[in-house]
């Protein structure tokens, strides 16, 4: 490990996993009352089969050599999940990414994704890249979230759009659900594309201009394609629900399909119909 973005990623969010683990959850008698929440360093790294002062140094993002066997120790010993555990493996791989090699063109629908899309014509389904630029929507996503054809193309980042437009927090009842599986996307490509300098400066003023963004981004939730059941408060159709399905279509932009499909027990499949054939 070099770059020291990485190192400043990964000191971040070995701190953070450590905060929400208590000694219990980690086979840990409970001891002493806690100044702080979470698991102390020490514990970690006994439970990692480890120096405490090797632990200490990676979580200070120190440039240490790190072995795959010891990191896999330093995972299981903080419960990661397995997209946690790839995040922290792609900030710990000194991988070399040529950022400068990536494509810098917007990428664009193939005619394929776009008929895809198309197609699924009472799922609202929204397109995006590696920094989450919307690319792509459907008429579905369109009637439930808003037209995003009126978002000037440099302002057309979900994330962006999630922490700055009412009509989001309006539409979805359980906010920070919503917004939080879309930073747990979003920091998983942030671990694999972590030297691209835009992530740095988009964080920046992310955190500068929204207390809220901070908030739930230092709490590092990491997923690469998570599956979770929203509940919207929409404007016309009123309650909807909505199971959240992540899809990746592999190639130059890692394009990402984030399907919305109606809750089979629900009515708003029908609700869908009903407004938009009307």
């Given at each position: 490990?070099?770059?020291?973005?990485?190192?400043?990623?990964?000191?971040?969010?070995?701190?953070?996993?450590?905060?929400?683990?208590?000694?219990?959850?980690?086979?840990?008698?409970?001891?002493?009352?806690?100044?702080?929440?979470?698991?102390?360093?020490?514990?970690?790294?006994?439970?990692?089969?480890?120096?405490?002062?090797?632990?200490?140094?990676?979580?200070?993002?120190?440039?240490i050599?790190?072995?795959?066997?010891?990191?896999?120790?330093?995972?299981?010993?903080?419960?990661?999940?397995?997209?946690?555990?790839?995040?922290?493996?792609?900030?710990?791989?000194?991988?070399?990414?040529?950022?400068?090699?990536?494509?810098?063109?917007?990428?664009?629908?193939?005619?394929?994704?776009r008929?895809?899309?198309?197609?699924?014509?009472?799922?609202?389904?929204?397109?995006?890249?590696?920094?989450?630029?919307?690319?792509?929507?459907?008429?579905?996503?369109?009637?439930?979230?808003?037209?995003?054809?009126?978002i000037?193309?440099?302002?057309?980042?979900?994330?962006?759009l999630?922490?700055?437009?009412?009509?989001?927090?309006?539409?979805?009842?359980?906010?920070?659900?919503?917004?939080?599986?879309?930073?747990?996307?979003?920091?998983?490509?942030?671990?694999?594309?972590?030297?691209?300098?835009?992530?740095?400066?988009?964080?920046?003023?992310m955190?500068?201009?929204?207390?809220?963004?901070?908030?739930?981004?230092?709490?590092?939730?990491?997923?690469?394609?998570?599956?979770?059941?929203?509940?919207?408060?929409?404007?016309?159709?009123?309650?909807?629900?909505?199971?959240?399905?992540?899809?990746?279509?592999?190639?130059?932009?890692?394009?990402?399909?984030?399907?919305?499909?109606?809750?089979?027990?629900s009515?708003?499949?029908?609700?869908?119909?009903?407004?938009?054939?009307?």
């Amino acid at each position: 490990m070099h770059h020291p973005t990485r190192l400043q990623a990964l000191s971040a969010f070995l701190k953070a996993a450590r905060a929400r683990l208590t000694p219990e959850t980690a086979g840990l008698p409970a001891g002493s009352r806690r100044r702080t929440p979470g698991l102390r360093r020490e514990e970690v790294a006994q439970l990692a089969g480890v120096s405490s002062t090797w632990y200490t140094w990676l979580e200070q993002g120190r440039d240490i050599q790190v072995s795959a066997s010891v990191l896999d120790n330093v995972a299981a010993a903080l419960r990661l999940t397995d997209d946690e555990r790839k995040y922290v493996f792609a900030l710990a791989a000194d991988t070399g990414l040529n950022v400068a090699k990536l494509a810098t063109d917007d990428p664009q629908l193939t005619p394929s994704l776009r008929k895809i899309i198309d197609e699924l014509r009472y799922c609202p389904v929204i397109v995006s890249d590696r920094r989450c630029q919307i690319v792509g929507w459907n008429a579905a996503a369109a009637y439930v979230f808003m037209n995003f054809g009126d978002i000037p193309d440099d302002e057309r980042n979900m994330i962006k759009l999630l922490f700055t437009r009412r009509e989001f927090r309006r539409l979805a009842v359980n906010w920070e659900q919503f917004a939080g599986g879309f930073l747990a996307m979003f920091r998983s490509y942030y671990g694999q594309y972590v030297e691209d300098e835009w992530y740095e400066q988009f964080l920046s003023g992310m955190k500068s201009a929204h207390p809220d963004f901070r908030r739930l981004w230092e709490q590092g939730q990491v997923s690469a394609a998570p599956e979770v059941l929203l509940e919207f408060r929409h404007a016309k159709a009123r309650k909807m629900l909505f199971q959240l399905t992540s899809l990746e279509a592999r190639g130059s932009g890692d394009l990402r399909c984030s399907i919305y499909t109606p809750a089979p027990e629900s009515n708003t499949e029908a609700k869908l119909k009903q407004f938009m054939d009307a």
